[in-house]
């Protein structure tokens, strides 16, 4: 298989972006892209497009994006798959290069989630994450459905609100030195727990915000890549694992299969272990979903990654930090483009840029599970071509 | 770049099926096209699938598809891009099992317009296939927006309205012999011609039904193909192409440069050109817009679209018969199916086994314009391997 690179990266500041609309938010994202490019590049060169979009604002997305960002005569696909559209986009693009028949692909993630000029889209986006007959009448919206989840695991591990609430602590402090996050300021473990409940166990500083923002990825075959660097970072791996819509139909709540099915994928296709990773971007859309992640990931054993909370593990200056971007939690979650910007920090983090950089980085991991937690996607990035 | 094969295609009839959902319709179309996989097959075989679906009916379409289908463990990546969804899944598919990471890959595409049991998506649907901000407060939605251009297109070229309805009797006439067929009845150009007008110069029998339905193919890399048939029919071409969503961006009404990228890249691919195709599945929403595309799919002179009609050339038992199935016009549109269900009719037509059968078909091409008509996909089809 042909081996496929990042060599440009950027993103938008994730936030409440009342000014702005996802026609100004995709070409702030891809100017930003074009930018990191170390020896330049022309929009001309994209062959392809990918755009991940949950939310379709602004009307057909492919072209919303491709007018919005002078792209003209290139195909853009739209993919959505709930909150891991980013890095299923970033996974589909890397099958084309990979394939031979696209040289130069953009990976675009954009969504506007905050009021829209033209209308709303709560109900289509709730449509889209969940099963609209069963669970959605039943209140099994984030975040009530990702609450069963994490009260069941509360119940059998060892974890504790208290752990939440310190990866909310972490994530938080993690956003501050990084100028794209929505929420740059640190919070203590007694204001995560003394904040108003949401729905139990998650209160307010568990849950992470809701945000607009658009991220993009330039990614190349490996002829190619020198033409726009010498410090490209290679898609080792992309995973994209399913598990049944219904939660009357997930037998486990403590445990993500999808999660375990794409880090599976992905890390068969790197040729490595949860061990090889050096840093990790993981999606702590609820503080206790990052604990279960843990452990679905491989990062920990079961009911055991309340322990790399604890020991400072997950921190940036630990062993092996996870969402030095801020996360979900503190950097912001505008659906269609939180896989994107994961991978935009760890573009950062293996070429040794990112705002809150962790020291030797050389395999880095994204990570997204979606809406009904019934999917997620994995990809890893390395500085080795492998 | 690795070949791929189509090994399997099944589909639905399309219809109103008032009487069933997706979760019905996407179950009917796989289970057909695992039948018609010629030395069985078993679907733990699938290592990925991607699904065309423009109207999210029921919810989270990946999980959806997957749960319906009893497809444990595959992941599903949902492919939105208005009409041309359909056949830019498979292209999206191609990709996957041309880079090597995919041997064997299912692309589904289904929607369910008419009536839902949990919700309408009328709005949605209007939302993701033009501008919503621009074009459809001006009331640019199909049939409306398609007629601008068909209209100008009668002002600038020979072609007439009775042109338009020759394309509307071929197709009903095509559609009769197809169980699979919305609309079994034929048609004159009296009829059509003195039906009520929906928007100037579309009358009733110059559009397309509203239709629900799924369809389905197995794609699978070469070096497995004789596994599940010694008949396999190769992707030779994919091609995607973009325009300008706004209409007053179009400067040429009387052309879709979506096509006629779209058909550049496939033939390319495939080493084609038009005077190869032996058969063709053209999106023929209004009967104006297949006359149109015999000229942007290189059919056709430049205005010379009507002759093809006149003289009988696309129809069946001519030497380019186009919507031997019936086209949109009589066979239905279900949008997300349709791409895929011309590609079903194109794995029968190229192994023989078509219900409106051309005579030595070799290669086929299927063609998509979506929406605001500033998106087309077009895909190759051939019994030749490349």
Known sequence: MRRVAVVGAGMTRFAEHFDLGIKDLLPMAVAECERSVDKGFDRADIQAAWFGELSTTDGFPAGILADSCGLEDVPVTRVENACATGNDALRNATFAVASGAVDVALVVGGDKVRESSTRSTFWEWAGMTRDTAWDYPLGLVAPANFALHVR????ESP????HMAMVAVKNHKHAVSNPKAQLRFEITVEQVLNAPMVVEPFGLFDCTPQSDGAAALLVVGEEVADRYTDNPVWVRGVGLGLDRVMHQHKPDMTTF??????????MAMAGITPADIDVAEVHDCFTGVELISYEDLGFADRFGAHKLVEDGVTSVGGRLP???????????????????????ELFEQLRGTAANQVDGARIGLAHNIGGPTAVSAVSILSTDRG
Chains 1, 2 share one sequence.
């Open 322 to 344: 996870v969402n030095p971007s801020g996360g979900l939690k503190g950097k912001g979650h505008p659906p269609g483009a939180t896989g994107v910007a994961q991978c935009v």
């Open 152 to 155: 069941r695991y509360l119940h």
């Open 257 to 266: 299969p999808a999660t375990v099915r794409a880090a599976r994928q992905a």
């Open 159 to 162: 974890a504790t609100r208290e």
